[in-house]
């Protein structure tokens, strides 16, 4: 049995799992979609359809109240959990009509910013020490109805922000203010952040590496958020490679 699939079943008893492929270089034209070179695919459209499984998942198929605010944590460094939020956020803003904010809460390594290509001078951080609204804090994006609420400049004392009252006053007028919190966390098997926040959520999606995550440490942070009643919504396997004409996955 492959760590991979002894991984995921063992998770799946609490929760459905959502594979993305491991992405390919962009076609220089332009075009996306499956290029065959070799044996080789451009495998982003089938990382699009699995995120619009999950996003379909979490937000559109639930029987229960739909979650409006979610974690997004890796179970470690690396794992692809920042590039997640935002594939998650691109596709939600394309299947539902409300407003959609993504918060950059990992202090330890702030990516959001980078990878919308945009600066991270002023955010979260201006928002706890500051006063004034919070939408003064947050910044359009290019994504249609969205917006990002950066880190921010980072201080001696910016860890301990994180389980503060001002944090979550702040989380309750993000809720009020738009109808979707999309968040990033710094990883769950070294830092306690994503525990403090995942508490002033609806739940948490888990970001997993193929080839990478060991099954004793997903197990470990999965008690871990057990006993701190966070609910695990979902989990992601990233950057899983397929070593099979992407014709013939489909037909597994």
Request: proline residues 6%; charged residues 20%; contains cysteine.
């Amino acid at each position: 049995m492959s760590k991979n699939f002894e991984l995921m079943q063992n998770l799946s008893r609490d929760f459905e799992e959502t594979s993305i492929p491991r992405p390919r270089p962009v076609i220089p034209n332009g075009h996306e979609g499956l290029r065959r070179t070799g044996t080789r695919f451009d495998l982003s459209q089938m990382a699009r359809e699995e995120t619009l499984r999950l996003v379909q998942r979490l937000f559109l198929q639930q029987a229960q109240k739909t979650p409006r605010a979610i974690l997004f944590a890796g179970i470690e460094q690396g794992t692809g959990c920042s590039q997640i939020c935002l594939l998650v956020a691109e596709t939600l803003r394309s299947a539902v009509s409300g407003s959609i904010c993504l918060v950059d809460a990992n202090f330890r390594s702030p990516s959001l910013p980078r990878l919308l290509g945009t600066a991270n001078g002023y955010g979260l951080t201006n928002a706890l020490l500051e006063d004034g609204p919070v939408q003064a804090f947050v910044r359009p994006l290019h994504i249609a109805n969205a917006w990002l609420l950066s880190c921010g400049s980072l201080g001696p004392g910016s860890l301990d922000l994180l389980n503060s009252q001002r944090m979550k006053g702040r989380f309750d007028e993000l809720r009020a203010q738009f109808d979707y919190l999309l968040i990033d966390a710094p990883s769950l098997s070294r830092y306690a952040d994503a525990t403090a926040l995942g508490r002033l959520t609806d739940g948490l999606v888990l970001v997993l590496e193929a080839n990478s995550t060991r099954k004793e440490t997903a197990l470990n942070v999965m008690e871990n958020l057990r006993a701190a009643q966070i609910p695990v919504l979902g989990a992601v396997l990233n950057k899983r490679t397929f070593p099979i004409p992407e014709s013939l996955y489909r037909r597994l």
